[in-house]
């Protein structure tokens, strides 16, 4: 199958080139002065996920139509990484020339550099091990997240929040640590979380492994002095990637109650589903997740009261790095000698529903935060003085910094 794969990809580009297609997308070819079209591909982590489902509607329903690119989007390969690279393959035959992949196997990159495709990670910064494997690939642009920094304080500040204000019985739930899963932005929050506890008196003791990456597990709380009663569960409900979440979030949570759950990954209402099958009702929950409909539904039902989020419109930096790339200036991307780069995305906050609304009015795909107009500023194409320097403050513009240019 591979192999047939790899003749059709072969016969394809022949194609392409005998038919002189250069520049992806729809374009007509026309006078120098109409907009030229892009073909972008799209790697989810997971086709369901709710922060996923608000940026394919940006990217479809919004960012597409205006800058002219057509998005094809392949079935996530989840932690496949001969999947990965088959969906680079796949999306090479689409006619495709960049990448925007949520997943960021590096197989799955040294593949699309293989095939002179541009790839950016976004959504979350790459693992620096795994960047440093390919950070030197022509074609890979870098990773555009929050910083390791900032998801490590956002879940410290997040956990401090409800310590402060009197929670006891709290539910940790660590997200897909414990499955082997070496994620730098589910590392940074767990920390964060931790520590936390631990100035309040919690004693966290390491899983056997002496880590909560590999597992199994990720690791035990002891109340000690502190008047905390902390219990953590671990893992994501999603058949064939861990099949055995709600048998261990029942075995953990069964018989107890708490007045906190803090996630270091999204899926409040799902966490209050789940515990209200165990006839756990009435806890307060915090989450590192994404502004979306279920989150909106979660916070004005009063289940969840902080948020700390990614946001639909996010993904348009990412979209004017590979649309530079493709126009020949990718310069203003990568770094200075050439290597990928790390660019800092903030998080949005919200603690009451006033807030949470506020920033989904103000971001949507109606009306995005990262519009046409502003996204135009820097596409060097549209705009020549843009920079490296100028790029990476537009890719790193806080929710105040949007607000501000409204």
Not at 88 to 108: F, R, S
Not at 262 to 276: A, K, N, Y
Request: charged residues 20%; aromatic residues 10%; glycine residues 12%.
């Amino acid at each position: 199958m591979k192999k047939a794969l790899s003749i059709i990809l072969t016969l394809m580009m022949c194609l392409l080139a005998l038919a002189g297609c250069s520049g992806g997308g729809d374009s007509s070819g026309g006078s120098g002065d109409e907009q030229p079209g892009y073909v972008i591909g799209v790697i989810p982590f997971a086709d369901t996920a709710a922060e996923q489902i608000v940026w394919n509607e940006y990217l479809e329903e919004y960012i597409g139509p205006e800058l002219n690119v057509t998005f094809k989007f392949v079935t996530a390969p989840g932690l496949d990484a001969d999947a990965a690279v088959t969906a680079v393959e796949e999306l090479k035959l689409a006619g495709c020339e960049g990448i925007l992949g949520i997943v960021d196997t590096p197989a799955a990159i040294e593949k699309a550099n293989d095939l002179g495709m541009w790839f950016i990670r976004s959504g979350g910064l790459s693992v620096e091990a795994d960047q440093e494997e390919i950070d030197d690939l022509e074609y890979y642009l870098g990773s555009m997240g929050p910083s390791s920094e900032d998801e490590y304080q956002a879940a410290y500040d997040m956990t401090k929040y409800y310590i402060d204000n009197g929670s006891k019985d709290i539910l940790v739930y660590a997200g897909m640590l414990g499955l082997y899963i070496p994620s730098e932005m589910h590392i940074q929050r767990y920390q964060g979380v931790i520590d936390a506890l631990e100035e309040a008196g919690v004693k966290y003791t390491l899983p056997e492994s002496g880590s909560p990456v590999t597992g199994p597990g990720v690791g035990e709380f002891d109340s000690g002095d502190s008047g905390l009663n902390v219990s953590v569960i671990y893992g994501v409900n999603i058949p064939g990637l861990d099949d055995t979440f709600v048998d261990r979030l029942t075995q953990t949570c069964s018989g107890k109650t708490f007045d906190a759950v803090i996630m270091t990954v999204e899926g409040s209402q799902d966490m209050s589903t789940w515990l209200g099958g165990l006839g756990i009702t009435g806890a307060k929950t915090g989450e590192v997740g994404s502004f979306n409909p279920t989150t909106t539904a979660s916070f004005n039902a009063g289940t969840c009261d902080y948020l700390v989020g990614k946001y639909a419109s996010s993904m348009g930096p990412a979209v004017a790095a590979l649309i530079n790339a493709i126009d020949g200036n990718a310069d203003i991307v990568k770094e200075a000698d050439g290597t990928g780069s790390r660019l800092i995305q903030p998080f949005w906050i919200a603690q009451s529903p006033e807030e949470y609304n506020e920033m989904v009015e103000f971001d949507n795909v109606a009306n995005p935060a990262f519009n046409k107009e502003l996204v135009d500023q820097y596409i060097k194409r549209l705009n020549p003085d843009v920079t490296a320097e100028t790029f990476a403050e537009f890719a790193g513009m806080s929710y105040d910094d949007l607000k501000a240019l409204r």
